[in-house]
Antibody
Framework: EVQLVQSGAEVKKPGESLKISCKVS????????IGWVRQMPGKGLEWMGI????????TYSPPFQGQVTFSADKSINTAYLQWSRLRASDTAIYYC????????????WGQGTMVTVSS | QSVLTQPPSVSAAPGQKVTISCSGT????????VSWYQQLPGTAPKLLIY???KRPSGIPDRFSGSKSATSATLGITGLQTGDEADYYC???????????FGGGTNLTVL
């Protein structure tokens, strides 16, 4: 069974750093792109970008370029989303999802990680 | 404000049919495949339709997708209370160089 299991909820202060994870199983981690999607409280979905774990190639959506960093560790089938300096506006649920081969579709989703940034 | 326009809400009675529209432009829907996602309350999104009209395995044929020019439509027949959710369309935008989601449509099954 294909699964993406994300790390647990985080509560952080503005200015702190954070790295959340997305561990995959049930398929070849290095053969599919992984996407990240933000959902701010009570709002819709926003595509942040994608990473190819095979070679760590990345594409960021322009609003997120320079604001976050995607990475992947092939040895443990895990993708990461990180911030160097959090802001209150980063408060949201973050989803990882597998990109369907050859398309921009996200076919299997993680359960989401709630990130709360508050002083 | 999204480049893909969806109605904020739709409603219909159990057993009836509903359609949800997604309007875009030649730089997105008009030139790329559309996907549709269902997000039940408090859960992660789930893929319903990809490549305009294809259904992943396990998605019942009550759900259908279509596209014409710069608009796409999600159809749901035989509505059930369990279909109450937010529905999002999505596609690549050539100008913005990113996948764009519609603003989402909340479905109420009365």
């Amino acid at each position: 069974e294909v699964q993406l299991v994300q790390s647990g909820a985080e509560v952080k202060k503005p200015g702190e750093s954070l790295k959340i994870s997305c561990k995959v199983s049930g398929y070849s981690f290095t053969s599919y792109w992984i996407g990240w999607v933000r959902q701010m409280p009570g709002k819709g979905l926003e595509w942040m970008g994608i990473i190819y774990p095979g070679d760590s190639d990345t594409t960021y959506s322009p609003p997120f370029q320079g604001q976050v960093t995607f990475s992947a560790d092939k040895s443990i089938n895990t993708a990461y989303l990180q911030w160097s300096r959090l802001r209150a506006s980063d408060t949201a649920i973050y989803y990882c999802a597998r990109r369907h081969e050859g398309t921009d579709t996200l076919d299997i989703w993680g359960q989401g990680t709630m990130v709360t940034v508050s002083s | 404000q999204s480049v893909l326009t969806q109605p904020p809400s739709v409603s219909a009675a159990p057993g009836q049919k509903v359609t949800i529209s997604c309007s875009g432009t030649s730089s997105n829907i008009g030139n790329n495949y559309v996907s549709w996602y269902q997000q039940l309350p408090g859960t992660a999104p789930k893929l319903l339709i990809y490549e305009d009209y294809k259904r992943p395995s396990g998605i019942p044929d009550r759900f259908s997708g279509s596209k014409s020019a710069t608009s796409a439509t999600l159809g749901i027949t035989g509505l059930q209370t369990g279909d109450e959710a937010d529905y999002y369309c999505a596609t690549w935008d050539d100008t913005l160089s990113a996948v764009m989601f519609g603003g989402g449509t909340n479905l109420t099954v009365l």
